[in-house]
Each structure stands twice: as C-alpha cells, then as structure tokens.
C-alpha cells in the first residue's frame, strides 16, 4: 500500500488536530513563572479553613465537582446574579448545599496580592479541591493548570444528580460527561467527607427499607418528619472527616445516608465494586485521584477564551 503525500499531509494535520484537543492547553507547571508560589498561597488558605472548621474541605470539593459539572471546570458556579443572568448558586442542587465561597475569596485575595491577574478562579477551584481531600486524609494528585474564567453562568445549565437519583440516573448522568461506571462510583466516595441536610435524606430513613434500623433511629433524632430541614448528618457515620474507604464500608452495612448513595449498594451492577472498595482503601483512593483528574478536565477554557478574573464572584 502506498500513501501520496497529499494524503500523508492530510493525516499529519488531522492527527496534530487530536493532539492539541487531548491536551487542551493544560500543564502541571502552568504558574511556575508567572507566579510561582500560587500552590502554596492555596494551599496555605485551605489548611487553614480547614483546621478551624473540618467540613470545609468537603464544601471546598464539592465547589469544584459541581462548577466543573455544568459547562465544564470554568468557576461559573462562583458568580453572582446579575441583571444580565441568573447564575447557578441557586439551582436546587446548589442552593443550601455549596458553600465555602468566603474561603475562594481570600484565597483570590492573597494571590491578587501576589501576582495580581494571573491566577484563575476555576485554577483555584481545582487545587483547593485538592487539597482538601489531602488535608483530611486522602491522596494527592498532579492538578492539571490553566484554565480560564467563564463570564456568564446559567442557572437553567445546571444539571447535576440529586439525592434522590436512582443508580440508572448516576450511570447514564456520569457517563453523558464521559465517565465509566467505576469512574462514577469513585467519585461517589468523595461523601467520605461532609455532611447532608434533613430535607435530602427524611425520605429515605422514613421510607425505605434497604437501611440499617439503628442507624434510622439516630437520624430520625435530629430529622424529624417535619421541620428541621437544615439540620446536618454526616454522609459517612463515624467517619466525616477523615477522607477513607468506610464509606463504601457502610454501603454494606446499609448506612447509605442518601438515596443516590445507597444505590450503588443494593443488589446492582455497582456492588462488587463497593465491595472492592471497602476491602481495598489503597485502590480507592488510586481511582478517586485519577477520576478526580479527568474532571478537571472537563470543558477547561484556555488560551484566549473567558478571563482571568480580579473577583471570582464577578466578572472584570
């Protein structure tokens, strides 16, 4: 078989097309000269959240899944309303639920100070989920760097699995945005850290059969049928902030505190997998930092799309 140059030309250009989408302009070394102690300014404003209240580095994480999940890891979560749009901070799966947005604010703050317009909100995102998850117990990961702004955000974009999420919904949720099912339910153990409100769990620990009844009893204690809907549970008992595998552990033992965590533990395709998981911590954690590394690249803007914002919470 012989190949004329025209279309060994064509290949070439189609397969340097391939190279620079699967790169997508990040790099691990992005601020290394523009303003190289960016990682350590972060990581210096999450320890210290994190040390005078433990839930905010699941709150932290939370910030990154959820802004990378609604038109890729851009920091649209992160704006404020304007005349102009109304943003995502207020979408069901956000409102009462995301927080920590005081805690990016210093971050930003401190970099502004350091290398002022430089730092994206959406990098910042990226690295405080991070190291959070290393803070509290978990592994690291290489955060991949250079992402830009978004200037809008659309709270009719937001789309994200609620509570109450059957394991078919997770699936087909996690795998529209590229991920396999194993990848689904190593992100899912990212409720080894934080807490849930009543209003997400009363259903299940009234109405459901598939949980543990003494577990039921103590919930029921601080959720009653009506009222208290902001009263907090932790989504791994005995274990919330301490980033591990006993949340998979309590899967088996039917401690799921939400619906959409239960499932990935009752009688479905999703149970070996739980059942690996709890036995095997070391792999969990393995598989939660590469997924975790896939969904910060999701949809990045780069090169000369979006901004580099002054103030994450609006645009320049």
Not at 35 to 56: D, Y
Not at 95 to 117: H, M, Q
Not at 132 to 157: C, F, K
Not at 198 to 204: A, E, K, L, V
Request: net charge neutral; with cysteine.
């Amino acid at each position: 078989m012989t190949w004329s140059s025209s279309k060994l030309g064509f290949y070439f250009v189609i397969s340097c097309l391939f190279v620079g989408i699967a790169s997508s302009q990040l790099s691990s070394t992005f601020y290394s000269t523009s303003c190289p102690n960016a990682l350590s300014i972060i990581n210096s404003a999450v320890t210290s959240a994190i040390n005078s209240e433990a839930r905010m580095g699941a709150s932290l994480l939370r910030l990154h899944f959820h802004d990378c999940w609604v038109n890729g890891c851009d920091a649209s979560l992160l704006l404020d309303d304007t005349a102009n749009f109304t943003g995502e901070k207020t979408a069901a799966t956000n409102s009462g639920s995301v927080r920590g947005f005081d805690v990016v604010d210093t971050i930003k703050t401190n970099l502004e100070s350091a290398c002022a317009g430089i730092v994206s909100c959406a990098d910042i995102l990226a690295v405080a989920a991070r190291d959070s998850v290393v803070a509290l117990g978990g592994t690291s990961w290489t955060v991949q760097l250079g992402r830009r702004d978004s200037t809008s955000a659309s709270l009719s974009a937001v789309n994200l699995p609620g509570p109450g999420s059957s394991l078919s919904n997770l699936i087909s949720s996690f795998s529209n945005k590229g991920f396999t099912t194993k990848e689904m339910v190593a992100l899912s153990g990212s409720h080894s850290i934080g807490q849930a409100r009543c209003q997400n769990f009363r259903n299940r620990i009234y109405n459901e059969a598939n949980i543990n009844a003494s577990y039921a009893t103590t919930l029921k204690a601080n959720c009653p049928r009506s009222g208290g809907n902001n009263n907090l549970a932790a989504l791994d008992a005995g274990s919330g902030t301490s980033f591990d595998s006993s949340y998979f552990t309590n899967l088996i033992s039917q401690k799921g505190l939400l619906h959409s965590d239960q499932v990935l533990f009752n009688n479905g395709s999703t149970d070996a997998q739980v059942r690996s998981y709890s036995t095997d911590q070391a792999t969990f954690l393995s598989d939660f930092a590469n997924a975790m590394i896939k969904m910060g690249n999701l949809s990045p803007l780069t090169g000369s799309s979006g901004q580099i914002r002054k103030n994450c919470r609006k645009t320049n």
